[in-house]
């Protein structure tokens, strides 16, 4: 399903549960040794999910740890992203880009409050323009994870949720302006992103890709 809205460079591999022989390195089940058993089971299937798409690289099994602020530590010359929510597992990873963010959701609006909490107010103003249809709030906060995913490891630093622009196109197109000093990218700097989502069977998804040179 999400390699609707991927590039062919890069690799996927998705779950629609919690996948029986999805096991974990010991050094991977200490990261989780103090979590819910719902937690536990995503982190599973969403490792599972990282290294059978690692494998169609030629990477061997071995686990996949946590760096900075959570971040999922790829061998050399990877990037990817990990993605979970309810009935949905997924990892994107390549060799031929230079960053990725992948965020799955429920196809339902955001709780009472959050909005206004994760959204600048031209945006709230495009939400309105956008009209029904689909769940736009939902979706704007989906395609901020992955903008954060994807700028995390280019520039090691917080990005909230008002640091950058998301302007949606019905179509199922986004963008990200960057309203902060963002990471160079060989010699320029990187002002922005761009992105797809896609909402089908019940889920939402979004993904960013940072091309190479």
Known sequence: MIDTILPDRVVFREAFGDEPEAVLFAEETALVTHAVDKRRREFTTGRHCARAALALLGFPPAPILKGERGAPVWPPGVVGSITHCAGYRAAAVSVDVLS?????????????GILETISLPGERDMLTRLGGGQPWDRLLFSAKESVYKAWFPLARRRLDFADARI??????G???RL???GPHVGEAELRGFTGRWLVADGLLMTAVTVPGH
């Open 179 to 181: 309203l902060v000093p």
């Open 167 to 172: 302007g949606i196109d019905p179509d199922g």
């Open 100 to 112: 990725i963010g992948i965020d799955a959701e429920p196809a339902l609006p955001l709780p009472d």
């Open 174 to 176: 986004f963008t990200a």
